[in-house]
């Protein structure tokens, strides 16, 4: 079976710029999940879509935006970047629907920089 | 803001069994209580969860007081690939939906020779 998958690994940008995370999902799930790790932190919830809608989100502005796909592979964009957006956006994906308490299995993430 | 509480690091030694604790002390009863653990550079890593028995898998145990309040993890023959940051999480168990995670800190376990 093949995990979460998500591209790319790195990038560099430059603040006001816009940017495009990709994530594939595990076989067989239905739900993607975003995260942004800082330096040293914990992830933290950035929002998640479940049959290509949005299913909860975290503390972050609208600037954070996202969309699912009909094949359950999901897109993070970010606008107007900051320096402070400089992270680890990590994908994880689960069996959401009626098939309740299945944990989410994570990709390696993307390492973003803003310069 | 994370509902446990772990300690900062922890070191083991190679081929011994290596106990993390979480307090979990307003863990409600339709909460789970799940393990992550993530190695330098990459996502973190799915470990186990329960409810209130005890559980077990290839990877650990998970040992649940009978009040809930606290739980311990455990890698009954740690070796040096299991040097990483190990995240307590209490999560809702979400039937039409799936509960987000809210990672704290965690526990830096460190496998020493």
């Known amino acids: 079976e093949t995990g979460v998958t998500q591209s790319p690994t790195h990038l560099i940008k430059t603040r006001g710029q816009q940017v495009t995370l990709r994530c594939s999902s595990q076989s067989g799930h239905n739900t993607v999940s975003w995260y942004q790790q800082a330096l040293g932190q914990g992830p933290q919830f950035i929002f998640q879509?479940?049959?290509?809608?949005?299913?909860g989100r975290g503390n972050f502005p609208p600037r954070f935006s996202g969309l699912q796909f009909p094949n359950y592979s999901s897109e993070l964009n970010v606008n107007a970047l900051e320096l402070d957006d400089s992270a680890l956006y990590l994908c994880?994906?689960?069996?959401?629907?009626?098939?309740?308490?299945?944990?989410?299995?994570f990709g390696d993430g993307t390492r973003l920089s803003i310069l | 803001d994370a509902k446990t509480t772990q300690p900062t690091s922890m070191d083991c030694a190679e081929g011994r069994a290596a106990n993390l604790p979480c307090n979990h002390s307003?863990?409600?009863?339709?909460?789970?209580v799940y393990w992550y653990r993530q190695i330098h550079s990459q996502g973190p890593q799915y470990i186990i969860h329960g409810l209130k028995n005890n559980e077990t898998n290839e990877m650990a145990s998970l040992i649940i007081t009978e009040d809930r309040k606290s739980s311990t993890l455990i890698l009954p023959h740690a070796t040096l690939r299991d040097t990483a940051v190990y995240y307590c999480?209490?999560?809702?168990?979400?039937?039409?939906?799936?509960?987000?995670?809210?990672f704290g800190k965690g526990t830096k376990l460190s496998v020493k020779p």
């Open positions: 879509y479940y049959r290509e809608e949005e299913n």
């Open positions: 994880a994906s689960s069996l959401g629907g009626d098939v309740a308490n299945q944990p989410q299995h």
């Open positions: 307003t863990i409600s009863g339709n909460e789970y």
């Open positions: 999480i209490v999560r809702m168990n979400y039937g039409g939906s799936q509960g987000n995670l809210i």
